[in-house]
């Protein structure tokens, strides 16, 4: 299967934007236990639609349950190794966070009639992250190697573990 | 002897790629399995948040009937006995300070904040001491977004209407409490007759009579192009005005201590 991106760049972009987002998620739920406004161009809107009543899900601020969500994430991403079973997790994770999100900008914009610069930023940081994780579940690890053409580059492939490999050598 | 081993070796790789092919179709149709049932139990997860969340904001099914109906008739009296009222003004007319509440009846942010918000507490203390009056501005989201203007004129003439009866406060906590779903279609004429017919002490034909009238027509246009000019966005926005100049508490539902800050910086 041709490739849109090579795996390991792929990866390592997930990875600056989850952490990313986790910084962002940090401050959001900081100051949303301080009680501090966050920082935002358009006036009160960012407080109003973080203090709203879509700002927590069972009593839990949705800033909170964002950030457990970037880390689990990242947990998908570094320690259980780059397994089909791992990448569908991130997949898995990344869509849930997605359609939640999704329909919280539609509560911002139709509900709250207010938008939130620091939401609307982990919408697209989310967004980013289902995309990169959508192109490596569909891409798969480097896999069938046809017979005659050489082995992936393994540098490139860090990222794919050989267990995963089917190799022509037999 | 050449000829029949490049056969074997031909036939040998030809077994090898069909092998590679059906191993890689399989693996690829178990892939998309996997990926159809991680789909599907992600859509389930977000549908089971979305319903809890929703119901952050359900505020109940409209009409309410019996027992619920009593205790919450028995809570806007207790909090609005003993306050004067005149028309969409709550609390001492000569009050230091006022603080203009732009609402919608059907937002359900407005509703929190009017219930379960700081509004109570600031009734209760500041109102009812006549150090605050609270001026309804109505100003229209969540009735805009999912209905014709008319309605949200409809509704908010009818609270006018019982303004004109010292009432208005009365109908628009009575129609907070039984406020339902902002996108079904509960408010109808049987809706706002009904909130009207708990209002104790109200002349329903009178407040019938009312609601025609093109003064209150007016009065609402006016209110709702003031919000406008002051570049209200959202509801519920309050405006706190004192001696000492403006102040606007920067939650969405503010609680008792946001609103008592904004006071703090305006008397």
Redesign the interface.
Known sequence: MSRLIAPRVLWRAMLVINVLAIVLTVYLTYIHYQGI?PVCSLG??C????????????GVPVALIGLLGYISILGSLLLLGDR?ETR?AT??MT??GF??SA??TY?EL?????ICEECVTSFVFVTLLLIGSGIR??Q?PP??V??GEPEPDPELDAADKPSAR?T?A? | MASRAKAKEDAR?RR??EE?AR??AH?KAR?MQ??GG??I???V??AI??A??SG??SGGTGLLHGKALTQAETSVNTLLTGIPQSGDTLGNPNAPVTMTYFGDLEC??CQ?FTLSGGFPQLVQNEVRQGKVKVVYSPFC??TC?SHPHTIFANQQIAALAAGQQNKFWNYVELFYHQQAS?TSNYVNENYLNALASEIPGLTLATWKAARSSQALSQQLASQEQSGTSQGI???PTLIFSGPKGKA?P????PSYSDLQSSLKQVQ
Do not use: C, D
């Open positions: 406004s009160q809107a407080a109003k639609v973080q203090s709203s009543t879509w700002s927590k899900l069972a089909e569908l997949l898995g869509l849930i359609g939640f329909y919280l509560r139709f509900s709250i009639h207010l579940y569909v798969g896999t069938v046809p017979p089917v022509a037999r | 790789a090898i790629a590679q191993a890689a693996a892939r996997r990926l991680v789909v139990l992600a859509i997860a977000v948040a979305i809890i969340s952050n904001s359900p942010v929190a989201t969540a977004n902002e966005t959202g509801t606007q920067n939650t969405s539902i």
